[in-house]
């Protein structure tokens, strides 16, 4: 696999372990946050629910007050208990309206409007029917209607401790402390409604009263205890010490002495002294500091449950900050490795195969480097070097063989081939010729006193004369006609394979170009030189190049004989 794309891949692997990892924890805090928001509403509606239920426990108040009034009925009583329904239906719409968002506990709360609608209905009935028709089975009938409303709104209060407790374990205590409190209410609700009857009539208790009386008030004191019972911090905080020393002092004292002066009053016999209005008038009060504990309980519940909420919060937009910081440098850290290690790996990598494929055209970067990429690259920079250098004295190598090579074959003066340069080409040709039973001739010339040139000029024109001759011949020859200085100024032209009449006219034509041709000296001294021409054949399969040579010799010994510039071949 490419060092890329693994790099791709590993980055990709480690992103997706880090997100998924990330995202886990976030979704925890997150759910941990959600449950805290709704825990507090569902907080909120528990004490709802606490205060609908005590609405309805304190209705039974102005209901009891109502039932044992005389006809015609007193106005403010029936006030009171307007009044008090009022409260119990704010309670409850209140309830509702929180409920809006929450379906569920909603519809719980639907027989309680039934049983609500339905006791309030045989209260009114009864209150409508004169004193003497209110007989204490009917009293007692409607009362215990009213007494089944309390228990169903303490089921939605228990439903919503218990939905708070799940969400804040740490305020579970202080929840329960708070709904014996409401439940207290209701049972010292009870013991006041207890003397109703006996009040309205009145008449004196029976054994059951007494009995009922016994039960609730150990009923009311199990409730009391429970709520001393020391469970968590909360028991130590000044305000709930506060408040339980009022309960005690106000409703432990005095309200259960007002229920004592009842009783005591009946055994004695005597006339009790207040109807079920006063005694509602002056009892109630008495249960208002129960309340007040609840409501210092349901306030520190709170202010824990915010606190929980808040820490919620926090570790939340702690864990996305941690989140973004973690990802941050996970995309820092893989850029750094990947502009610091990968990108110059590869660029390492491409110069080395360029360096390979013996191109040096790019130097190596980040050679300034001081970690173990850059002692790679300043070793790929020195190999570069080293590489150019090598190829320079190859380079150079090859010039100087090739130098070598044509100063070898080549006539320092003129720069035509040389006599040995020639000899090589020569026989090579011959063998072809053999090969392909080809004629091969050969033309050799020399300038004609050419001695009186240089006595005349200096060997220096004589020099030139020799580099212009050798340029005229050249000129005047077509692709595959060789000329080389022979010796001296004795030259040498081997046309391709011909005859000896091609090669005649051949060298005709030479010695008419040589002698056509001014030659002006450096000195500006213009000459005009001939040279005379052997010319001769060889063919067969024995043709030697000595032999070819040396008649071509001959040739041109009579050229020189016969008067010069002209061309002879052999006999
Ligand atoms: N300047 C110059 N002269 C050369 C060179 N090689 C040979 N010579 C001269 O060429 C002359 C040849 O003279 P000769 O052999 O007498 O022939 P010639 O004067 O040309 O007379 P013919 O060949 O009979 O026409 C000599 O004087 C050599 O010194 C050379 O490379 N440069």
Same mark, same amino acid.
């Given at each position: 696999?490419?060092?890329? /794309?693994?790099?791709?891949? *590993?980055?990709?692997?480690?992103?997706?372990?880090?997100?998924?990892?990330?995202?886990?924890?976030?979704?925890?805090?997150?759910?941990?946050?959600?449950?805290?928001?709704?825990?507090?509403?569902?907080?909120?509606?528990?004490?709802?629910?606490?205060?609908?239920?005590?609405?309805?426990?304190?209705?039974?108040?102005?209901?009891?007050?109502?039932?044992?009034?005389?006809?015609?009925?007193?106005?403010?009583?029936?006030?009171?208990? !307007?009044?008090? /329904?009022?409260?119990?239906?704010?309670?409850?719409?209140?309830?509702?309206?929180?409920?809006?968002?929450?379906?569920?506990? *909603?519809?719980?709360?639907?027989?309680?409007?039934?049983?609500?609608?339905?006791?309030?209905?045989?209260?009114?009935?009864?209150?409508? !029917?004169?004193?003497?028709?209110?007989?204490?089975?009917?009293?007692?009938?409607?009362?215990?209607?009213?007494?089944?409303?309390?228990?169903?709104?303490?089921?939605? @209060?228990?439903?919503?401790?218990?939905?708070?407790?799940?969400?804040?374990?740490?305020?579970?205590?202080?929840?329960?402390?708070?709904?014996?409190?409401?439940?207290?209410?209701?049972?010292?609700?009870?013991?006041?409604?207890? !003397?109703?009857?006996?009040?309205? *009539?009145?008449?004196?208790?029976?054994?059951?009263?007494?009995?009922?009386?016994?039960?609730? /008030?150990?009923?009311?004191?199990?409730?009391?205890?429970?709520?001393?019972?020391?469970?968590?911090?909360?028991?130590?905080?000044?305000?709930?010490?506060?408040?339980?020393?009022?309960?005690?002092?106000?409703?432990?004292?005095?309200?259960?002495?007002?229920?004592?002066?009842?009783?005591?009053?009946?055994?004695?016999?005597?006339?009790?002294?207040?109807?079920?209005?006063?005694?509602?008038?002056?009892?109630?009060?008495?249960?208002?500091?129960?309340?007040?504990?609840?409501?210092?309980?349901?306030?520190?519940?709170?202010?824990?449950?915010?606190?929980?909420?808040?820490? *919620?919060?926090?570790?939340?937009?702690?864990?996305?900050? $941690?989140?973004?910081?973690?990802?941050?440098? !996970?995309?820092?850290?893989?850029?750094?490795?990947? /502009?610091?290690? @990968? $990108?110059?790996?590869?660029?390492?990598?491409?110069?080395? $195969?360029?360096?390979?494929?013996?191109?040096?055209?790019?130097?190596?970067?980040?050679?300034?480097?001081?970690?173990?990429?850059?002692?790679?690259?300043?070793?790929?920079?020195?190999?570069?070097?080293?590489?150019?250098?090598?190829?320079?004295?190859?380079?150079?190598? @090859?010039r100087l063989i090739e130098e070598l090579r044509l100063r070898a074959d080549t006539d320092y003066l003129t720069g035509i081939l040389n006599r040995r340069a020639f000899t090589a080409a020569g026989n090579l040709r011959?063998?072809?010729?053999?090969?392909?039973?080809?004629?091969l001739a050969v033309i050799l010339f020399d300038v004609d006193h050419f001695k009186s040139v240089n006595d005349s000029y200096g060997h220096d024109a004589g020099d030139q004369v020799l580099i212009r001759i050798a340029e005229v011949v050249r000129d005047s020859l077509r692709d595959g006609e060789i000329v080389a200085r022979y010796g001296g100024e004795e030259f040498v032209v081997m046309p391709t394979?011909c005859?000896?009449?091609a090669a005649h006219a051949l060298a005709e034509r030479l010695r008419e170009a040589i002698s056509r041709e001014p030659l002006t000296l450096s000195d500006g001294h213009i000459l005009r030189v001939t040279a005379s021409f052997g010319v001769a054949?060889?063919?067969?399969?024995?043709?030697?190049l000595?032999?070819l040579f040396?008649?071509a010799d001959?040739a041109l010994y009579r050229a020189k004989r016969?008067g010069r510039n002209r061309v002879e071949q052999?006999?």
């Amino acid at each position: 696999m490419r060092l890329t /794309r693994l790099f791709t891949l *590993a980055s990709a692997v480690l992103a997706l372990l880090v997100c998924g990892m990330l995202g886990r924890l976030l979704w925890g805090e997150w759910e941990h946050y959600r449950a805290a928001g709704t825990g507090h509403h569902t907080l909120q509606l528990m004490q709802r629910a606490m205060v609908a239920a005590e609405k309805l426990s304190y209705e039974r108040g102005p209901v009891n007050a109502v039932l044992g009034d005389h006809l015609p009925a007193d106005p403010a009583r029936h006030a009171r208990l !307007l009044r008090a /329904r009022a409260d119990t239906d704010l309670a409850l719409a209140q309830l509702r309206q929180d409920l809006a968002a929450d379906a569920g506990p *909603a519809t719980a709360l639907a027989p309680l409007y039934d049983a609500l609608g339905a006791a309030r209905l045989t209260v009114d009935q009864l209150a409508a !029917l004169p004193p003497a028709e209110r007989t204490p089975e009917r009293l007692d009938a409607a009362i215990e209607r009213m007494f089944q409303l309390v228990p169903l709104a303490l089921n939605a @209060v228990t439903s919503y401790t218990r939905a708070s407790e799940q969400v804040y374990p740490r305020i579970a205590r202080i929840l329960m402390k708070a709904r014996l409190t409401v439940e207290l209410r209701e049972f010292a609700g009870r013991l006041g409604s207890a !003397l109703t009857v006996p009040l309205a *009539a009145p008449r004196p208790l029976t054994e059951a009263d007494h009995q009922r009386l016994q039960f609730l /008030r150990g009923r009311i004191e199990q409730l009391r205890q429970l709520i001393k019972i020391p469970s968590s911090d909360i028991d130590s905080e000044p305000r709930v010490l506060a408040a339980v020393a009022r309960m005690d002092e106000v409703y432990f004292a005095a309200g259960q002495r007002l229920v004592a002066e009842v009783e005591q009053a009946s055994r004695a016999g005597r006339a009790y002294g207040m109807d079920t209005g006063q005694f509602a008038q002056r009892y109630v009060p008495c249960m208002a500091p129960i309340l007040a504990l609840r409501d210092v309980l349901l306030q520190e519940a709170q202010t824990q449950a915010l606190q929980d909420y808040e820490a *919620a919060r926090h570790e939340l937009v702690l864990a996305l900050l $941690v989140g973004a910081a973690i990802l941050l440098a !996970l995309t820092l850290l893989l850029a750094i490795v990947r /502009r610091r290690v @990968v $990108v110059p790996l590869l660029r390492a990598t491409r110069a080395v $195969v360029r360096l390979g494929n013996g191109d040096f055209s790019m130097p190596p970067s980040g050679a300034r480097r001081d970690d173990e990429i850059g002692d790679m690259l300043r070793a790929l920079a020195t190999l570069r070097a080293n590489s150019m250098d090598r190829q320079r004295l190859e380079q150079e190598r @090859v010039r100087l063989i090739e130098e070598l090579r044509l100063r070898a074959d080549t006539d320092y003066l003129t720069g035509i081939l040389n006599r040995r340069a020639f000899t090589a080409a020569g026989n090579l040709r011959l063998r072809g010729a053999r090969d392909q039973g080809e004629s091969l001739a050969v033309i050799l010339f020399d300038v004609d006193h050419f001695k009186s040139v240089n006595d005349s000029y200096g060997h220096d024109a004589g020099d030139q004369v020799l580099i212009r001759i050798a340029e005229v011949v050249r000129d005047s020859l077509r692709d595959g006609e060789i000329v080389a200085r022979y010796g001296g100024e004795e030259f040498v032209v081997m046309p391709t394979y011909c005859g000896l009449e091609a090669a005649h006219a051949l060298a005709e034509r030479l010695r008419e170009a040589i002698s056509r041709e001014p030659l002006t000296l450096s000195d500006g001294h213009i000459l005009r030189v001939t040279a005379s021409f052997g010319v001769a054949v060889a063919h067969g399969p024995h043709a030697a190049l000595d032999d070819l040579f040396h008649a071509a010799d001959l040739a041109l010994y009579r050229a020189k004989r016969n008067g010069r510039n002209r061309v002879e071949q052999q006999a």
